[in-house]
């Protein structure tokens, strides 16, 4: 191919994925034909141009062995639908990641230019969310979520916080890798850090709160950043929330009262509390009816939404415990793709938690060439994290978000032998 003709579909390609950031905060036809288009391109150029290395390798031999799997449970159950189409296509998230690593490797400045599409996503969404905060309605005229919550552009559709806690790594790293250590520029950084605890707070969402304390205390521990320094940073941001959580009222009766509430009421277990809640645990039973149902291959993928309302898996006529998912990925996995489809993934977590302990005793033998990589872990190992709720394993906008990360991940295994 000609060098011209290939780099500028590497240029265009670049352009599409840059976009990705604002398009998530549409809602999932756009990212879906972003992740559509970006990957085919880069996939015709591989192609083309022989470079096997890409498919070459255990991430993609893994990932087409879960992938052929999930096409198999899904035939054995009859489950080709608008829902359960999920388990033949889901090996386009793998095609995903290895797009975002060919653009890495064939883009020098890919990487940092990536990160100011998520700087300047992020802050306009604080800006907007601010404004719908005291006014009651976005720049846009947009109205609150329910339950007081602020949703911004997201509207009525709850995943600004979701959005905000699982892309804050990138808004990190930018600071990080692409800013002079300055004085500064640390300024900036915390009171960006705080602001992000301050609007996931605001949003009520209780997940996406944790999820970005988890992603932050992880960041922190993985750079090499000065003790002093970090423990500021982290007392800045803890400080914050507790005042944020104890002082305006809202606030407090969502993340206080009502989890308070969910934790104990109508509790039927001997531990005396509920798993997250009522709810919850009822959708945890349900997937575990469809587990003993078929234990080795479950009901199908995606198909928890369909099945939780049948005689032998509902809890009562009143469809109590129905739900587009179980809210957990592992008890998701488990009910639809029996213990096999379980296994593929417990296993990839386990597997990621051993790469990213080794990462972490080398950097601190002063192998500063493994940071990157050992960040590019962080998210994932907290999307896997088996002990806290979760979207559906099989939600496009989610998948997007989290196989993002992995493409990052790939560039710095492969392509830096770190």
């Known amino acids: 191919m000609n060098k011209e003709i290939y780099d500028n579909l590497i240029k265009i390609n670049s352009f599409i994925l840059y976009i990705l950031p604002i398009s998530l ?8 034909l972003i992740v559509t288009l970006a990957s085919f ?33 899904s035939a054995l159950n009859r489950n080709f639908n ?11 998230y793998s095609i995903f990641s290895i797009a975002i690593w060919h653009t890495l490797e064939n883009n020098n400045n890919f990487f940092r230019n990536f990160t100011k599409f998520i700087l ?6 604080f800006i907007d969310s601010i404004f719908q905060y005291f006014n009651g309605t976005n720049l846009l005229g947009m109205q609150k979520s329910s339950y007081n919550k602020i949703s911004s552009f997201f509207g009525r559709d709850v995943k600004l916080g ?6 804050y790594l990138f808004f990190f790293l930018f600071f990080y890798l692409f800013l002079d250590k300055k004085f500064l520029n640390i300024i900036y950084l915390n009171l960006l850090n705080t602001l992000f605890a301050i609007i996931i707070l605001l949003t009520g969402e209780r997940t996406s709160f944790l999820i970005f304390i988890l992603n932050f205390l992880l960041i922190n521990f993985v750079i090499k950043k000065g003790f002093l320094n970090k423990t500021i940073t982290i007392l800045i941001v803890a400080l914050t929330s507790i005042i944020i959580v104890t002082n305006i009222e809202d606030v407090k009766i969502r993340y206080i009262n009502n989890t308070l509430t969910q934790l104990t009421e109508s509790n039927t277990n001997s531990l005396g509390y509920n798993y997250f809640s009522k ?27 369909n099945l939780c309302g049948a005689e032998k898996f509902r809890l009562s006529v009143n469809g109590e415990g129905c739900s587009t998912h179980p809210h957990n990925i592992y ?10 489809g379980f296994l593929f993934v417990f296993t990839a977590f ?6 990213f302990i080794n990462d972490l005793l080398k950097i601190r033998e002063k192998n500063k060439n493994l940071e990157n990589r050992a960040l590019f872990y962080v998210p994932i190992i907290v999307y896997l994290f088996p002990f806290i709720p979760t979207g559906s394993f099989f939600n496009s906008w989610v998948n997007i978000i989290i196989y993002l990360p992995i493409g990052f991940l790939l560039n710095e295994i492969f392509s830096k032998n770190g």
């Open 25 to 32: 905060v549409t809602g999932p036809f756009i990212p879906n």
């Open 350 to 355: 386990f597997y990621i938690c051993c790469l």
């Open 279 to 305: 709810g919850h645990e009822n959708h945890y039973r349900i997937a575990y009816k469809m587990f003993n149902d078929n234990k080795f291959f479950g009901q199908g993928p995606n198909s928890f939404r």
């Open 82 to 92: 608008l829902n359960g189409i999920s388990g033949y296509v889901y090996i386009r």
């Open 41 to 73: 391109i880069s996939l015709f150029l591989i192609i083309y141009n022989k470079q096997l290395k890409y498919f070459d390798n255990l991430f993609f031999k893994f990932f087409l062995l879960f992938s052929i799997y999930l096409i198999i449970t």
């Open 331 to 340: 008890i998701q996995l488990l009910g639809e793709t029996g213990l096999i």
């Open 162 to 167: 979701a959005y905000l806690a699982r892309i």
């Open 120 to 125: 300047l996503t992020v802050l306009l969404l």
